[in-house]
């Protein structure tokens, strides 16, 4: 009950004057994650023993076994560091002398090292559509694979040019910096620099989940979007232009657009919408109920007949399939229902343990039908009778609750397109 409460808080699709809620959908934006391989300058502390080998070539002392004698240790442990410094080109050495040159006058005066050095950015993230670097995405959870190809934002992107990341060398830097904080060994006495991106080591595709509502203009030639959750409204806000323009092309959602209407007229069976459900639980919530208070609101007000609000039906389904054993599921015409996102759904949050059936009223393909419902139905032929009956969609749940589904042809975008919405009904048995 608990839940039901902060959900049905959490959500408000009514609220965008001039419009009519149309459905609720989810939209995927790809982001690309690269790592890039780089060129980076590194300035490192001098070690002590290279400063005073150092230091005596300054001061004109050449013989490397007098350096040995003055500085105590023993002559192969010096020749190994007289020969990094050699391969750095900080001296000159021969036979047996050395001679300081100018790059190792300079690094005894700073006393650091500079090095370049090939490296490897792991963390960049790409946003193809705003054609920019995302500089925070701490609290972004991104998702690995999205098989629902009608629900990505399409976009374009070259994975092998290497010029859309060098365009943005200021942005990647900073990024680089953070990286470079994180596996900082403290050998170094200044911060790395970023000098070059020199190629695309991986490329990754990840995407961005972002729940929204699709509302229709009264006058049915206009959209708009808002998100379902004011967690994600920053990162919805950067795309909403996008996301509208995509679907007046049919790019997104296109699967849940019909150039026919629905002719049958299917029975309501009632239109008592209870408006005031949302301001009774906003009023509830936050307080710590009794056992008894919460019954009482839940009988009264919201398991009453009723015509549930706009995008309550998967708050009730989930409530409902909790607390009931046997679900019987009725649709119309299954050629049409097999590949409906709402039916697979229904029965997802059912289960195969309490799905008794799903009755169809006619079929004209029943095994190619079967073979698309088994993909998300295992074994379903049993489950899947015949039976006449005039509902579009109606849900049993023991014989305590029946949730009813009527459809309503909404135009949009043109005179001969229409999305298909479901009104829902809730009803005691």
């Keep these: 009950m608990e839940k039901y409460i902060v959900g049905i808080s959490d959500r408000n699709p009514n609220a965008n004057e001039g419009y009519s809620w149309a459905m609720r959908e989810t939209v995927y934006v790809p982001i ?35 350096i040995s004698k003055i500085l105590g240790i023993e002559r192969r442990l010096l020749d190994i560091t007289v020969a990094d410094l050699y391969t750095k080109d900080l001296v000159h050495c021969s036979a047996g002398r050395c001679t300081l040159k100018p790059k190792g006058k300079e690094v005894l005066q700073q006393l650091k090292i500079t090095r370049r ?14 054609k920019t670097i995302l500089d925070d995405y701490s609290n972004i959870q991104f998702i690995d694979r999205v098989d629902e190809r009608s629900k990505k934002l399409e976009a ?34 200044e911060p790395d620099e970023l000098l070059t991106i020199d190629s695309i080591d991986k490329i990754f595709v990840k995407f961005i989940k972002i729940p929204i509502y699709i509302y229709i203009s009264n006058s049915g030639s206009d959209i708009d979007v808002l998100p379902v959750y004011k967690s994600t409204k920053k990162i919805f806000i950067n795309y909403r232009e996008e996301i509208v323009e995509q679907i007046r092309e049919l790019k997104l959602f296109r699967n849940k657009f019909y150039n026919y209407m629905i002719d049958k ?40 007949n009723r015509k549930l609000l706009d995008d309550e039906f998967t708050l009730m389904l989930e409530y409902l399939c909790k607390t009931s054993n046997n679900i019987l599921v009725k649709v119309g015409h299954l050629d049409e229902w097999k590949s409906k996102e709402i039916l697979r759904e229904i029965s997802a949050e ?32 049993k489950r899947l009778q015949q039976n006449q009956h005039d509902s579009y969609l109606k849900i049993y749940f023991d014989n305590n ?4 589904g009527v459809p309503i042809n909404m135009n949009i975008l043109d005179s001969s397109t229409y999305i298909h919405k479901i009104d829902f009904f809730l009803k005691k048995s």
Excluded at 117 to 129: A, E, M
Excluded at 401 to 404: A, G, H, L, M, V
């Design 401 to 404: 609750f029946i949730i009813t």
């Design 117 to 130: 050095q090939k490296d490897v950015i792991r963390n960049v993230f790409y946003d193809p559509i705003n």
């Design 32 to 66: 690309i994650k690269a790592s890039l391989s780089i060129t980076k300058r590194s300035h490192f502390s001098l070690p002590l023993l290279d400063e005073m080998t150092l230091r005596l070539l300054s001061e004109g002392v050449n013989e490397i076994e007098e």
């Design 156 to 189: 374009d992107f070259d994975s092998d040019n290497i010029e859309i990341f060098r365009e943005h060398i200021t942005a990647i830097s900073k990024i680089f910096i953070e990286e470079m904080n994180i596996y900082n060994d403290h050998t170094k006495v």
């Design 350 to 381: 059912i289960g195969n343990e309490k799905l008794v059936a799903i009755k169809y009223s006619s079929c004209n393909q029943f095994d190619k039908c079967a073979q698309t419902i088994s993909k998300w139905l295992p074994k379903c032929e």
């Design 265 to 304: 007229q299917y029975h309501t069976p009632t239109d008592n919408t209870n408006l005031q459900i949302k301001s009774i639980i906003e009023k509830h919530k936050g307080k710590k109920w009794k056992i008894e208070e919460r019954e009482i609101l839940f009988e009264t007000e919201v398991l009453k």
